[in-house]
C-alpha cells in the first residue's frame, strides 16, 4: 500500500544533542509538510517543501531544519532540542495544487527529551 | 483570515448515543473541508471531506455536510462505539497561497462501555 512511513515511532535524545527524524513516502506526492503536536493539541506546522522548494514558517525556531533529498524522503533535523521540544512530530504529504486532497499523514515520531 | 473553531471538549458520551462535534470555519471563498481522527499513539487518518457546498462526506458511520450559509462542518454519528474513542480535528484547506491545513483545536472523545 502506498503510504508515508515515518522512523522512528519513539525517540529519545539528551538535552542539546541533535537529533533527526525521517519520513518517507511512496505517494510520489510534490508536497512534504513537517508538524509539530503537544499534548493532542492540533498540529502546528514547521515547514513544507513544494518539490525542493523550501518553506518556512514565520514562527518555526531556527533550531528546527529540514533536508527534501528527493521525491521520497524528508528529514527533520534538531539542532539543539530543548525540554520543550519533547512532542509528537508528524509527516504528511499532498500532491500538487490539489486543493480538494486531504492530506496523508504518518504515524508520527514522538520525541523524548531527557 | 482563514480558521477553524470546533466544540470544545472533552466529550464523554455512552455507548450508542447520538454524537455531534460541532465545527464552523472563516475563509474566503469556499475551501475544502475535513475531518481527520487520531487515536492514541498515532498520526492523523483522514475520516471524511466535503469540497463544495451541500456536499457530504460519510465514513464508518460519520457524517458531516458542507453547510455554506452557517460556515459549518459538524460531524454526526447515529450510535457511537468504544472505539470510536479518540481525537477528532476540523481543519481546511485553504485557497489562497501554499496549499496548507488549517485545524480546529480538537475535540476528545471519550465513550464508555
Known amino acids: 500500500d502506498a503510504m508515508v512511513i515515518q522512523n522512528p515511532r519513539y525517540q529519545v535524545t539528551q538535552f542539546g544533542k541533535p537529533v533527526t527524524l525521517s519520513c518517507s513516502q511512496t505517494l510520489n506526492h510534490n508536497v512534504m509538510y513537517w508538524y509539530q503536536q503537544k499534548s493532542s493539541q492540533a498540529p502546528k506546522l514547521l515547514f513544507h517543501y513544494y518539490d525542493k522548494d523550501f518553506n518556512n514558517e514565520a514562527d518555526t525556531p531556527d533550531n528546527f531544519q529540514s533536508r527534501r533529498p528527493n521525491t521520497s524522503f524528508c528529514f527533520l533535523d534538531i539542532r539543539s532540542p530543548g525540554l520543550g521540544d519533547a512532542a509528537m512530530y508528524l509527516c504528511?504529504?499532498?500532491?500538487?495544487?490539489?486543493?480538494?486532497?486531504?492530506?496523508?499523514f504518518g504515524n508520527g515520531t514522538r520525541l523524548t527529551v531527557t | 483570515g482563514n480558521s477553524v473553531t470546533q466544540m470544545e471538549g472533552p466529550v464523554t458520551l455512552s455507548e450508542e448515543a447520538f454524537l455531534t462535534i460541532n465545527c464552523t470555519y472563516t475563509?474566503?471563498?469556499?475551501?475544502?473541508l475535513f475531518w481527520y481522527v487520531q487515536y492514541p499513539g498515532e498520526g492523523l487518518q483522514l475520516l471524511l471531506k466535503a469540497t463544495k457546498a451541500d456536499d457530504k462526506g460519510s465514513n464508518k458511520g460519520f457524517e458531516a455536510t458542507y453547510r455554506k450559509e452557517t460556515t459549518s462542518f459538524h460531524l454526526e454519528k447515529g450510535s457511537v462505539q468504544v472505539s470510536d474513542s479518540a481525537v477528532y480535528f476540523c481543519?481546511?484547506?485553504?485557497?489562497?497561497?501554499?496549499?496548507?491545513?488549517?485545524f480546529g483545536q480538537g475535540t476528545r472523545l471519550t465513550i464508555n462501555p
Open positions: 475563509a474566503t471563498g469556499y475551501p475544502s
Open positions: 504528511a504529504t499532498s500532491p500538487r495544487g490539489a486543493r480538494s486532497s486531504p492530506l496523508h
Open positions: 481543519a481546511l484547506i485553504r485557497l489562497q497561497g501554499a496549499q496548507k491545513l488549517v
